[in-house]
């Protein structure tokens, strides 16, 4: 689900299981807290509203869409530090990406300002950077490196390396 509106959770697990769900994540090509949030979601699920439900497939799906993306555009050769821009334009250049992705955040992928946008861009970064096991460039005090631009769905990206 993209909402702006959290509840942080803290609990403590056994070592043993916390173990076995950072090789699960791993396995999966997601961190651990991304695996445990996506667990937890499926734990609820059929309480949830139809229209919730919904909206958790498709996010899923267009998370799963960035991944399998961001992997063919790497393995054609187009990394660079832009690649989350790169990646994030092939998308919309799909048109059923495109409206999968509008149907998540409820208005037209190039619309300013809607709610659900900055939520669910963060995560589609996320999600574009560790399918191809990128890291952040960052600056002389190691802060991350960002770009903004204009006239697109996103407004800002990190810089990506492989190195």
């Known amino acids: 689900m993209v909402t702006e509106t ?28 991304a695996f445990m949030q996506d667990v937890l979601r499926q734990a609820v699920y059929d309480h949830l509203p139809a229209d919730l439900q919904r909206e958790l497939e498709n996010t899923k799906a267009l998370y799963a869409a960035a991944q399998a993306k961001a992997r063919q555009v790497y393995n054609a050769g187009r990394f660079d530090e832009h690649f989350t821009l790169t990646v994030f334009r092939e998308l919309m250049g799909d048109q059923e990406t495109k409206q999968l992705y509008e149907s998540v955040i409820g208005v037209d992928a190039y619309t300013d300002g809607a709610s659900k946008k900055m939520p669910l861009n963060m995560y589609l970064g996320w999600f574009i950077k560790n399918a191809v096991s990128a890291k952040p460039m960052v600056d002389a005090s190691g802060k991350p490196r960002r770009a903004f ?14 190195e």
């Open 149 to 162: 631009v204009k006239d697109e769905p996103i407004k800002s990206y990190t810089l990506l390396t492989t």
């Open 6 to 33: 959290t509840t942080r959770v803290s609990f403590r697990l056994q070592t043993e299981i916390y173990e076995a769900i950072q090789t699960l994540a791993k396995q999966a090509g997601v961190d651990v807290s």
